[in-house]
């Protein structure tokens, strides 16, 4: 294992070196169901995917632990706005949240515990740190508890701040606390909110704090130590900031390697539901079939900060249609009918890329080198030489999720269906074309190829029999 990974709490690239040999545990921060999720939400998702992809290429066991928040102050108060049950409107986001995994072909993390199933160990965990005089429950009878961020020296490490520099804590009034900065752990019931969102602790019924969560989460599907936890850039302070204090103050080592991806920005400002800027997966893939837009995710390096542009999001298609045409063509000179992903060897400047830090444009580099040199001999017919590159490119598509011919990418449901449905609509065209050439009457099939010239359909005649395409940058 050669991978390197920028270590967020270190502030520097890190030999990967696994917990346990030949497996890897990873948490990664779910989506807080308040709403569908947008492309800036599903950016982190795609690049866990590549993330599990590679280590799984590289011969490692991934467990991956991606949870959903299913209970929330915005939860509340949307499903208050929107005249429905709390749990109603968090599972209808939550069904779309999964629609988003499975249309830009991510892979279902292998469990996705809710917050809600997991009350029980975060009590257990709440309970331990008010033991221990790190946490204490508010005196003024709200039922709060909170964390105690001046009992734990360390409080501030990951986000590199000390604490007298740090702004106070947003998520409570702060009437009930000891320091403004202290976070909540628990929260009080208050008059007027669901009963069904609250539950029983030793301090009243209350419902628990975004924080205290993933920590109970994790220390139960991963345990007290494990080896990457992970999320978007904006969660290093104050989420993962809090599950660091609160689960090493409880005594469990937590993660070993951290990892945040940047943000994709829309107008200069991070896309999120609170700001208006929201894209919303459902509506994106109108415009660009789902692997263009995962294509369009995957190609920055996930630490770089994306300036969302329609305009840039067209490019990125045009720029994966001609790695499809070649994948494509090379299957039809090869004479591969059913092709699954072939065996072999990855170029190894790809590899060399994705263990730098999953360096994913250098790995595109390495993969167009390889694509130039199979567009060339493609010209020469079906041989070997052939089989290998394209062969090649499919295991690098593969790694990336990328690959044409994957079932995901023809799944019924998805706008990548559009592709299908206009292919049958070509060939029927093709097929009279075909069929007037035979009969010696040319101007017909010449009729077919201009109506289909002016739909945009460009026909290309090729020993193997005529293949149609749109120009670059149709979408």
Known sequence: MSLRLYDTATRS?????????????????????????HIGHIRKEVVFDVLRRWLERSGLEVT???????????????????GTDWFALAYANERALHSAYDVLGCEPPTYEPRATGHITEMVELMTELVTLGHAYAADDGSGDVYFDVRSWPEYGRLSNQRIDDMAPAEDADPRGKRDAR??????????????????????????????????????????????????????????HENELAQSTAAGRPFAR?????????????????????????????????????????????????????????????????????????????????????????????????????????????????????????????????????????RQMLDVLGLDPFSPVWSASGTSSDLHGVVDALVQVALRERAEA???????????????????????????SGPRWSLPEGTT
Request: proline share 5%.
């Open 437 to 463: 050439r035979e009969r010696k009457d040319y101007a017909a099939a010449d009729r077919v190829r201009d109506a289909l010239a002016a739909a945009g359909v460009v026909v290309e005649d090729t020993p």
């Open 257 to 393: 390697y951290w990892m945040h991806n940047a943000m994709l920005n829309l107008g200069g400002s991070k896309m999120s539901k609170s700001v208006g800027n929201t894209m919303l997966v459902s509506e994106v893939i109108k415009r660009v079939r789902p692997v263009e837009l995962r294509y369009y995710l995957v190609a920055s390096h996930y630490r770089s900060i994306v300036e969302f542009s329609w305009e840039a999001l067209e490019e990125a298609a045009s720029a994966y249609r001609r790695i499809e045409g070649f994948v494509r063509r090379a299957a039809e000179v090869l004479g591969e009918t059913d092709p699954g992903v072939p065996t072999g060897m990855l170029c190894a400047e790809f590899g060399e890329a994705m263990d730098d830090d999953l360096a994913v444009p250098a790995a595109l580099a390495a993969l167009q080198g390889v694509l130039r040199e199979g567009n060339k001999l493609l010209t020469d017919g079906p041989s070997d030489a052939l089989r290998g590159t394209w062969g090649s490119v």
């Open 64 to 82: 991956i632990i991606a949870n959903v928040t299913d209970i929330d102050d915005k939860i509340l108060v949307k499903a208050d706005e929107a």
């Open 182 to 239: 202290d976070f909540a752990l628990w929260k009080g019931h208050k008059k007027g909110e669901p009963e069904t969102a609250s539950w029983p602790t030793p301090w009243g019924r209350g419902r628990p704090g975004w924080h205290l969560e993933c920590s109970a989460m994790v220390g139960k599907y991963l345990g007290p130590e494990f080896d990457i936890h992970g999320g978007g850039l904006d969660l290093r302070f104050p989420h």
């Open 13 to 37: 690239v890190r030999d990967f070196v696994p917990l346990v040999e030949g497996k890897v545990g990873i948490y990664h921060c779910g989506l807080t169901v308040q709403g569908a999720p």
